[in-house]
């Protein structure tokens, strides 16, 4: 009689995918231990700033792709009194998470603040890149007013970040899941953002946030015809999210 012995040897690399799997999965656990998520403490903020403006402006796309990631560097990374106030205004609203080391260090944060219908503001006193950025988002968000379709208040996630070190860590999920847990606290209907790069738009879908609209970065001209992106390539999109709680 003829035994079969290729079957044991499938079995084998199944079950040694299996182990690494699970390896994977408590690795994934271990490295998630060393991050407390919680919201910023006023002693926080400046640190914030800084690792917005060090790190994640230095590689966010719209800000890579406009030119105001280059104009923060000629500029030293120094933060302007106006953008100081912008980011403090946001932390003050308490709705921010934080997620630091054991070491107090910060390693991805979620800016989050109130939902509410854009304001006319006079562009003119922002950069050309910072203006872009700007108006890029609000054509995006446009006809899409969230509060009045659900009627109730909701969070809008401004800035989702992770230090580059620790990218694929899970970190930024749980940083949009905390966000979630904090906007439902709140008793909010909704929460929305704009996400800018693959992996951000790869993470809301997997989290059922429904797209409202999207919109190719070269698609973009400022009201002069110039280009609002002019270092973005074909692939390059945003869209519009919002997720129904």
């Not at 899941?177 to 809301?204: G, N, R």
Request: aromatic residues 8%; charged residues 25%; glycine residues 6%.
């Amino acid at each position: 009689m003829k035994m079969n012995t290729r079957a044991p040897h499938r079995n084998c690399n199944q079950l040694h995918r299996s182990l690494q799997m699970l390896l994977l999965d408590v690795v994934m656990v271990f490295a998630m231990e060393n991050f407390t998520i919680s919201i910023p403490e006023e002693s926080q903020f400046k640190a914030i700033g800084y690792f917005l403006y060090e790190d994640y402006l230095q590689r966010e796309r719209c800000c890579v792709t406009s030119g105001f990631s280059a104009g923060l560097l000629k500029m030293g990374l120094q933060l302007s009194e106006e953008s100081s106030t912008e980011i403090i205004t946001a932390l003050l609203e308490g709705l921010t998470l934080v997620a630091v080391e054991d070491d107090g260090a910060i390693a991805g944060v979620a800016i989050n603040v109130k939902a509410k219908e854009e304001a006319v503001t006079d562009l003119t006193k922002f950069s050309k890149s910072r203006q872009a950025i700007m108006k890029f988002v609000n054509i995006l968000k446009e006809g899409h007013d969230i509060t009045k379709e659900c009627n109730g208040q909701g969070l809008y996630l401004w800035m989702l970040g992770v230090k580059q070190i620790h990218c694929g860590k899970g970190l930024a999920r749980r940083l949009i899941d905390k966000s979630i847990e904090l906007a439902q606290q709140h008793s909010m209907a909704f929460i929305d953002s704009v996400a800018t790069s693959p992996e951000t738009v790869h993470l809301f879908e997997a989290m059922s946030f429904e797209t409202k609209s999207e919109m190719k970065f070269q698609d973009f001209l400022m009201d002069d015809g110039t280009p609002g992106f002019p270092y973005a390539t074909a692939s390059d999109k945003a869209r519009f999210t919002v997720k129904m709680l």
